[in-house]
Nanobody
Framework: QVQLVESGGGLVQVGGSLRLSCAASGRTFSSYCMGWFRQAPGKEREFVAAISWGGASTYYADSVKGRFTISRDNAKNTVYLQMNSLKPEDTGVYYC???????????????WGQGTQVTVSS
């Protein structure tokens, strides 16, 4: 069992930056691949980024490549999402999740956080 708690969301202007954090409970954090997803109002949840167990491999949605960076610190049981050059279309609730393998498919993620709101204003 893994419990995930996101933080770092907020209101930011277009072009600004935010860093999201996701703290995991338990001593098995390093045995999971981690992902970030987001859901905008009235839209389906979508994949944002994922990182492998040790951090060597990452996946990104095309819409965030070059702007967002996912990273993890297994000693701190934490995964991060650095978001730069933010756009209004990045607005949504951001969720972190844990899976047994590196994947973009949300159905493969077994544990989810409660989400943190990111609002990008123009």
């Amino acid at each position: 069992q893994v419990q995930l708690v996101e933080s770092g969301g907020g209101l930011v202007q277009v072009g600004g930056s935010l860093r999201l954090s996701c703290a995991a409970s338990g001593r098995t954090f390093s045995s999971y691949c981690m992902g970030w997803f987001r859901q905008a109002p009235g839209k389906e949840r979508e994949f944002v980024a994922a990182i492998s167990w040790g951090g060597a491999s990452t996946y990104y949605a095309d819409s965030v490549k070059g702007r967002f960076t996912i990273s993890r610190d297994n000693a701190k049981n934490t995964v991060y999402l650095q978001m730069n050059s933010l756009k209004p279309e990045d607005t949504g609730v951001y969720y972190c999740a844990a899976a047994n393998r590196l994947t973009t498919r949300d159905v493969e993620y077994m544990y989810w956080g409660q989400g943190t709101q990111v609002t990008v204003s123009s």
